[in-house]
């Protein structure tokens, strides 16, 4: 089951807010993370499995102060069927010509070793 947590931080720099970053990332499950608000100062993080207290400590005890706000499920996705892309095979028979490099050593026989004349 994916849930979606939310969490409050006290995120003032961009160092803060990439710090908060890397330290939920590597939670157990995490799959996404983000930074939202209009301030820039809630962690997003959408994963299967993940412990949203221990995240939250675990923040808390990196970044600074941390406030788990929501957690609540993801609903999935629902295919319409618009966006399906077919796929028409070639009608004509389409071939791809390989191609050949040679390569040859060029030796003067009559060089005398001396190439600067």
Partial sequence: MKQKIVIQMHLTCEKCRSKAMKVASVAYGVSSVAIEGEDKSQVVVVGDGVDAVKLTSSLRKKVGCASLISVEKVKPKVDTGKDKVTIVPCQTSCYQ?????????????????????
């Fill in 97 to 117: 010509n390989p191609q050949v490099y040679v390569c040859e050593s060029v030796s003067d026989q009559y060089s005398s070793g001396c190439s600067i004349m």
